[in-house]
């Protein structure tokens, strides 16, 4: 849905895709960012920066600042900290992310909440029941 809300929104037609490292995780966050993109418009293209740490204001800002100057209009993220968003929102970025604590504004096109509680109810059950 990210990369969907994403393409939608573009007029470039590219994203940047902001991640603390290139891990395997990454990997498959920005594939299926892809994949929603693509599904809106197959010729979207997808721009990834890694900023080599969860948490690093002016990294995360230096990212965009590339992103957006190889053409990218919208910005999604996967760090701890809100730099991106207040950046964008400072800039007038839109952007997507999987978590936001700064709130809904006028460039948070869309943004992903995990809820880890599910998964935890599942463990303590597999566990209770022996079968973890």
């Known amino acids: 849905m990210l990369g969907a809300a994403a393409a939608l929104k573009s007029k470039s037609g590219i994203a940047g895709f902001i991640v603390p490292d290139l891990n395997h995780n990454a ?14 418009r197959d010729k979207f293209k997808v721009l990834v ?11 995360a800002e230096d990212s965009v600042d590339t992103l957006t100057g190889r053409g990218a209009d919208v910005i999604c ?26 709130g809904v504004s ?3 096109l869309l943004w992903s909440e995990f809820d880890f509680s ?6 303590l059950r597999a566990y209770s029941e022996r079968t973890l």
């Open 118 to 123: 599910t998964y935890f109810s599942e463990i």
């Open 106 to 108: 006028s460039h948070a």
């Open 49 to 59: 920066s890694s900023t080599g740490a969860f948490s690093d204001q002016k990294k």
């Open 27 to 40: 990997k498959i966050c920005v594939n299926a960012f892809m994949m929603g993109a693509k599904a809106v």
């Open 77 to 102: 993220y996967r760090l701890d900290e809100d730099h991106v968003s207040a950046y964008c929102e400072k800039k007038g970025i839109n952007y997507v992310s999987f978590n936001t604590l700064s």
